[in-house]
């Protein structure tokens, strides 16, 4: 007994050690008062907001990953729902109503000028950055509440570091919200309503998350002279909360079943739909629809064989899902030829870059190889340097590396020459200093030194 007790003594101590939020926790004023001056949007940071706007509207515009991340890294996004969740930690009625004011005229202005900004450009066309930001999933739930966490924990300490910048980064709040204007600006509802939903998300669970690192981190609430007032204050809070989570919460339900779904249609494809001489082409899994569309090619699956798979998908979790299989591409009015031909070519495509990757590689090997043996890697000025003053009477040096095979034992070995023109004969104690210093100038293990 007394040794398990001691092993949760030093357990609990280990994680009090490394564990603890109060180690260089910063002064809470301090802490809420720099959410509170983010929460404001007039002047300075409305006009950092638009233009942090217009920069990821390029980003998306010409399908540049870089661009999108600095628009992330500039947009002052993050203050107002970070204000929400400490308002709500701290029962402060006040600084809810500045940061949902603020939020609002923040996603206002930033839809606006995304779709002002897609109405006049010349780009019109669909790239992947935008369409990417169309669908949220149960990850993107995710990035936002560990995000959220991490943003709390880092302004509530001392050593603030670079964190802020990357919850703005993993979050990617800017985006959805221009995709959102893309939306707008082209007449498309579905992008417009798939990135608001995103955009949404990611706010209330960034705001979840504040509010759980205010209330573990024991922030200490508002207090209220006149308690009727405060507990109308309560009341408030509690119905704008519930309103605003009760639709993040079924939305994130669903983001969950769709996920469960897709994972399970996947795994029932990887091991039911295998087959020795045909291949899977394509597939499309709609949760919608509870429908699965697999596009086979090669030999033909008996109809019993494909009636067997249907018959399990109980065992996957899929029995009201449709079952639908395409084999040869010839009818034309089931099978969508372009999109096989899409998915041929990105296949290609793929298979080329890690081709070219593989080769890359290869040849920076190559090239150091061939460096080292033709002695690029190691002749500089800065060694003819040291050998005048070391050696003054040295001209010129060549440095090579070369194979020498043993006749009698067949054995291959790897030797350095170094090729020494001088201005006159160097002693035999001047060969052997040369040559010891060459060895360890080079690294080379056997050195032959042939002096001109």
């Not at 001691?6 to 959410?35: A, G, P, W």
């Not at 515009?61 to 400490?86: E, Q, Y």
């Not at 939306?183 to 309503?193: I, K, R, S, V």
């Not at 002279?225 to 939305?251: F, G, H, N, Q, S």
Request: glycine share 6%; charged share 20%; hydrophobic share 45%.
């Amino acid at each position: 007994m007394k040794l398990d007790s001691r092993r949760n003594f030093l357990f609990r101590k280990f994680l009090k050690e490394y564990l603890d939020l109060h180690r260089s926790k910063e002064d809470e004023q301090v802490t809420v008062e720099y959410i509170r001056n983010g929460v404001e949007f007039k002047g300075t940071n409305l006009w950092i907001l638009i233009f942090a706007t217009v920069i990821a509207s390029l980003g998306l515009n010409v399908n540049s990953t870089a661009v999108i991340i600095g628009a992330m890294l500039i947009t002052p996004l993050m203050g107002p729902i970070m204000g929400i969740g400490l308002s709500i930690g701290l029962n402060d009625f006040e600084l809810m109503k500045r940061s949902l004011k603020s939020y609002a005229v923040t996603t206002l202005f930033s839809v606006v000028t995304a779709t002002l900004y897609f109405l006049f450009t010349p780009l019109d066309e669909v790239q992947s950055e935008l369409l990417a930001r169309t669908s949220p999933t149960i990850y993107d739930v995710l990035i936002a509440l560990m995000g959220g966490l991490a943003g709390i924990v880092a302004l509530a300490t001392k050593e603030k570091g670079n964190v802020i910048p990357g919850v703005a980064i993993a979050t990617a709040l800017m985006p959805p919200l221009c995709t959102a204007g893309f939306g707008l600006a082209t007449g498309n509802l579905l992008y417009f309503l798939g990135a608001f939903y995103l955009y949404f998300i990611d706010s209330v669970f960034i705001s979840l998350a504040t509010y759980i690192g205010v209330r573990v981190m024991h922030f200490e609430r508002k207090q209220f002279v006149d308690k009727e007032r405060e507990r109308m204050v309560k009341r408030y809070i509690v119905w704008i909360t519930i309103a605003t989570m009760c639709p993040a919460v079924y939305l994130t339900y669903n983001i969950v079943r769709e996920t469960f779904y897709q994972t399970a249609a996947n795994r029932f494809i990887t091991q039911e739909l295998q087959f020795p001489d045909s291949q899977i082409l394509n597939r499309d899994i709609s949760y919608d629809k509870r429908e699965i569309r697999v596009v086979l090619v090669g030999k033909e699956i008996p109809e019993n064989q494909i009636v067997e798979a249907r018959n399990r998908l109980g065992e996957y979790n899929l029995d009201k899902t449709k079952l639908v299989v395409f084999q040869g591409v010839g009818n034309s009015s089931t099978i969508d030829i372009s999109n096989i031909k899409s998915m041929v070519m990105e296949d290609f495509y793929h298979n080329s870059e890690k081709q070219l990757s593989e080769q890359r590689v290869e040849l920076d090997s190559l090239r150091k190889a061939l460096n080292a043996f033709s002695g690029l890697s190691q002749v500089d000025a800065r060694m003819g340097r040291e050998m005048k003053v070391l050696f003054p009477m040295v001209k010129t040096i060549s440095v090579s590396k070369s194979l020498q095979l043993a006749v009698d034992s067949a054995r291959m070995d790897t030797v350095t020459y170094a090729i020494v023109g001088c201005t006159h004969v160097p002693s035999k104690q001047e060969k052997e200093k040369m040559s010891n210093w060459l060895k360890a100038r080079t690294g080379a293990e056997k050195m032959h030194l042939i002096v001109e």
